[in-house]
């Protein structure tokens, strides 16, 4: 239904970019994205909603020709099992007057894809952003599990490879449950990365069936948990409650190994 509403500022997008007038055109464009993409939120688990999420997607980068500075959409080799993609996609930004700009990569959550994370404060103090989905959601070649954390694999390898990236002043950040695998990769990469932001991401007690039966009575808009188990390849609540234990970083035994300088904000 939010999708329908989506069209008539697509058509003035077009006619906009056919009067040359790109700054409406990037303002129609960006309207009709955020149409789309309340029509695919919180996840875009069913046909309808991924055709959502897909066109908004659409609409960003054709608004995204108009930033300043411009949006690079690249994709990164990933060697995955068996069932995985191969590329994991993401979203570039260099700030404009930096040769070899330090990068800085994030991410969000369950339901917060690579299209909607801020980068103009970065982009101001002088950094390069790269825009990616945590595994499980959007785009990411793989599901949440035990060793997603092999994901960022892919993504640093693809950093060190570029000339004009200084891929030896490297942070992450990662928002809600993608703050998850912040503090996670803040461990499994420490030698490779100079700082960790998990900014409202859990860690141990949001897999205990307890918090996860509380939770669903809390602020989330939606079905916390069904979304959760979407994104770590689960299909209900209960499969979640079932598996959501094996995710623990304290009882993995992360928490007790050294990590890059990490900071936790909620």
Same mark, same amino acid.
């Given at each position: 239904?939010?999708?329908?509403?989506?069209?008539?500022?697509?058509?003035?997008?077009?006619?906009?970019?056919?009067?040359?007038?790109?700054?409406?055109?990037?303002?129609?464009?960006?309207?009709?994205?955020?149409?789309? =993409?309340?029509?695919?939120?919180?996840?875009?688990?069913?046909?309808?909603?991924?055709?959502?999420?897909?066109?908004?997607?659409?609409?960003?980068?054709?608004?995204?020709?108009?930033?300043?500075?411009?949006?690079?959409?690249?994709?990164?080799?990933?060697?995955?099992?068996?069932?995985?993609?191969?590329?994991?996609?993401?979203?570039?930004?260099?700030?404009?007057?930096?040769?070899?700009?330090?990068?800085?990569?994030?991410?969000?959550?369950?339901?917060?894809?690579?299209?909607?994370?801020?980068?103009?404060?970065?982009?101001?103090?002088?950094?390069?952003?790269?825009?990616?989905?945590?595994?499980?959601?959007?785009?990411?070649?793989?599901?949440?599990?035990?060793?997603?954390?092999?994901?960022?694999?892919?993504?640093?390898?693809?950093?060190?490879?570029?000339?004009?990236?200084?891929?030896?002043?490297?942070?992450?950040?990662?928002?809600?449950?993608?703050? *998850?695998?912040?503090?996670?990769?803040?461990?499994? =990469?420490?030698?490779?990365?100079?700082?960790?932001?998990?900014?409202?991401?859990?860690?141990?007690?949001?897999?205990?069936?307890?918090?996860?039966?509380?939770?669903? /009575?809390?602020?989330?808009?939606?079905?916390?948990?069904?979304?959760?188990?979407?994104?770590?390849?689960?299909?209900?609540?209960?499969?979640?409650?079932? *598996?959501?234990? /094996?995710?623990?970083?304290?009882?993995?035994?992360?928490?007790?190994?050294?990590?890059?300088?990490?900071?936790?904000?909620?």
């Amino acid at each position: 239904v939010f999708g329908a509403l989506a069209a008539p500022w697509e058509d003035k997008a077009t006619r906009a970019e056919a009067d040359g007038d790109g700054s409406a055109a990037m303002k129609n464009y960006l309207i009709a994205y955020d149409y789309y =993409h309340v029509a695919r939120y919180p996840a875009p688990n069913s046909p309808g909603k991924l055709k959502a999420y897909r066109k908004s997607q659409e609409n960003y980068l054709k608004a995204a020709r108009y930033f300043d500075p411009p949006v690079e959409r690249v994709e990164m080799p990933f060697r995955g099992r068996p069932g995985e993609g191969s590329t994991s996609a993401g979203l570039l930004r260099k700030p404009n007057g930096v040769e070899k700009p330090p990068v800085v990569v994030i991410w969000g959550g369950i339901d917060a894809f690579k299209e909607e994370r801020p980068t103009e404060p970065y982009l101001r103090a002088g950094m390069a952003t790269l825009c990616i989905d945590m595994p499980g959601v959007a785009d990411a070649p793989l599901a949440g599990s035990e060793d997603g954390e092999r994901l960022w694999d892919a993504v640093l390898d693809w950093i060190a490879q570029r000339t004009d990236l200084d891929s030896d002043r490297v942070g992450i950040v990662g928002g809600s449950t993608g703050g *998850y695998w912040a503090t996670k990769v803040a461990h499994s =990469h420490r030698e490779r990365i100079r700082a960790a932001v998990n900014h409202g991401g859990p860690a141990h007690y949001a897999f205990t069936e307890d918090w996860i039966i509380k939770a669903q /009575r809390g602020e989330y808009p939606f079905e916390l948990a069904e979304t959760l188990a979407c994104a770590f390849g689960r299909s209900s609540a209960e499969e979640w409650i079932e *598996y959501s234990p /094996r995710l623990s970083l304290l009882d993995q035994g992360v928490l007790a190994r050294r990590c890059a300088p990490l900071l936790c904000v909620n």
